[in-house]
């Protein structure tokens, strides 16, 4: 009796195809998907909602084949310009890939002026998010452009110097349902517009106004938004107490504060903000306070609910962990970067009471030792970030306890930090979830230590080895075979590195940002054979790669085609 065998895909039912590409989260693998048939490329363009365009010259086509889009993101694309709008809205049906657009990302867009923007906005109705920072040309005419999305509610203006009072007029009065606004770095806007602001959206949640002329004038107006909910004013070497005292009984909803790098704020200010907002969730004051008042730490006693705590730069003691411990058990987050006074004993008491802790920053603690790291990993077992730092007591033995105890360990920082070496690299490879590892400086660990980190810690993304002298091409060998999935590696001043180590990397297919610096042993056909593979590179650093000659760039030129910044000598290239 014969069978006759079914095709698979004639049992797959669409909804099922899409219920299993909805599972694909790595681009690398939707890549593979699309690729398997037909069926499956259709099914991958009916349901993708986000898309990033690396070449312009793909646009049009891509937005053919993807009409059910939620978030475009241009941001890579600096050619595009009002003729390509022109071209994408007379050659493409815009009434299928806009019609269900809600985030536009234009960031650094530098060829697009008011006239394409006009146009694209009008052909997007239902935009809610644009992102135009860092674009050199826009200025009020184009924010004119802009205010024609009645129904946005987030913008991001970072550092369009062009803009003033008067396109931040346009806007706001344009788009009254603003939830969130970033004006970083706009240097002509002043009081005027940001008074205008308050009164007309009544609905912002989050603003950004870092690096500006803020005055108490400004705190004044802004502490009349009732809905605020997050306040970032970094660097704003205006705002002063005064300022901060305007906001203790304005802003009833505010959670989230950074004033990090105001150098006229003191404790007596924070501690003011803090008597009006004891439901505070952030604090951010780096680099801005110098050392903390007894009323502040007495304050800090009702800062219940705190998540987040950044201090780095200040001089504390261990009364103020002491205080922390106590009362702020929800904190996920504390950043004491360069803080002086930082003792183990102060860090045992913090983790003793904050064992939610999830990310703690103690880069250039210098006085930190094995006692402290292992009170941490012995208390903090939910730990995702670690930076380290100039921490140069730290030895193989806490790295033990960070490998026994912080299984979901995903960042530490350990540059800097002389006592690291081969043995405490084997342990640290316990972590297997380790996303990030710095180990910049680290002149005791050779390939062996590397050997185990890649033998352990497949989920890898980011490696920095900078002059890690011993480090040679047999690491190289290993981490190609064990790190596949690794983006971003940093070899600078590794003297050992060869062509062969080259040519090992060639098979980290998803390596994307590259530092070779000063490896005075590779050489063109090293190079030639890395890009051969490494077909995602976009940045690369070859200064003082003296014996790299054009067949390498040759090479480079025509395999790269990702590539976005190469640097070489005193000679750096935005592609």
């Not at 509610?153 to 003033?164: A, P």
């Not at 009323?295 to 730069?313: H, P, R, S, T, Y």
């Not at 210098?366 to 006692?371: E, G, H, L, N, Q």
Request: glycine residues 8%; charged residues 25%.
């Amino acid at each position: 009796m014969s069978t006759q065998s079914t095709p698979i895909l004639s049992v797959l039912t669409e909804d099922l195809l899409i219920r299993v590409n909805e599972k694909l989260v790595q681009d690398s693998d939707r890549k593979i998907w699309r690729l398997i048939c037909k069926e499956f490329h259709r099914v991958d363009s009916i349901t993708r909602k986000t898309l990033r365009v690396l070449h312009v010259e793909f646009l049009l086509t891509l937005l053919k084949n993807y009409t059910n889009l939620h978030t475009l993101d241009l941001s890579v694309c600096p050619c595009i310009e009002d003729g390509t709008i022109t071209l994408l809205l007379h050659r493409v049906d815009h009434s299928m890939w806009a019609r269900n657009l809600k985030f536009l990302n234009l960031s650094r867009a530098n060829g697009l002026k008011f006239s394409g923007l006009e146009m694209l906005v009008g052909a997007c109705k239902g935009l809610e998010s644009v992102d135009v920072s860092y674009c050199c040309g826009f200025g009020d005419r184009e924010a004119a452009a802009i205010s024609g999305c009645g129904g946005l509610k987030e913008l991001r203006m970072d550092k369009c110097l062009g803009v003033s009072d008067v396109g931040l007029a346009k806007i706001v009065v344009g788009c009254g349902r603003l939830e969130r606004l970033s004006l970083k770095w706009c240097m002509e806007i002043s009081y005027l517009g940001v008074e205008l602001l308050c009164k007309k959206c009544l609905e912002l949640k989050f603003l950004d106004v870092s690096y500006l002329k803020v005055t108490s004038d400004w705190l004044r107006s802004i502490a009349a938004l009732s809905k605020l909910e997050d306040l970032a004013m970094v660097g704003c070497s205006l705002v002063n107490d005064v300022g901060l005292q305007f906001l203790e009984n304005g802003c009833p909803l505010l959670q989230k504060i950074d004033v990090s790098r105001c150098d006229c704020v003191s404790s007596s200010g924070l501690t003011a903000l803090i008597r009006g907002h004891n439901g505070l969730l952030q604090i951010d004051a780096g680099h801005a306070i110098s050392e903390f008042s007894g009323n502040f730490v007495e304050c800090m006693q009702e800062l219940k609910n705190l998540n987040a705590i950044i201090i780095d730069g200040a001089r504390v003691s261990d009364t103020i962990f002491q205080t922390i411990s106590s009362n702020c058990k929800s904190l996920i987050e504390i950043g004491l970067s360069k803080c002086t006074g930082v003792t183990n004993m102060g860090i045992m008491q913090l983790v003793s009471g904050c064992v939610n802790l999830k990310t703690i920053n103690l880069t250039c603690c210098r006085s930190i030792t094995d006692a402290a790291i292992s009170a941490i990993a012995d208390s903090c077992r939910n730990l995702l970030r670690l930076k380290l730092e100039s921490c140069n007591m730290v030895t193989e033995k806490s790295l033990g306890h960070l490998g026994l105890h912080c299984a979901l360990l995903e960042e530490l920082d350990l540059t800097d930090c002389f006592g690291v070496n081969d043995r405490g690299l084997e342990r640290l490879s316990r972590c297997s979830k380790l996303l990030c590892l710095k180990l910049g400086l680290c002149t005791n660990i050779s390939d062996t230590g590397l050997f185990y980190i890649a033998s352990n810690c497949s989920q890898l993304h980011e490696l920095d080895l900078y002059r890690c002298t011993g480090i040679g091409d047999d690491g190289l060998a290993a981490l190609s075979s064990g790190c596949k999935k690794l983006r971003k590696l940093n070899l600078s001043y590794c003297f050992e590195v060869t062509d062969k180590g080259m040519k090992s990397l060639g098979y980290l297919e998803e390596l994307s940002d590259l530092e070779l610096r000063a490896l005075d042993k590779i050489t063109g056909a090293g190079l030639a054979a890395l890009v051969t593979r490494c077909k995602r590179l976009a940045y690369l650093d070859l200064k003082y790669c003296e014996r790299v000659d054009d067949t390498g760039f040759w090479a480079l030129a025509y395999y790269s085609r990702n590539l976005r910044q190469v640097s070489n000598h005193n000679v750096e290239l935005g592609l």
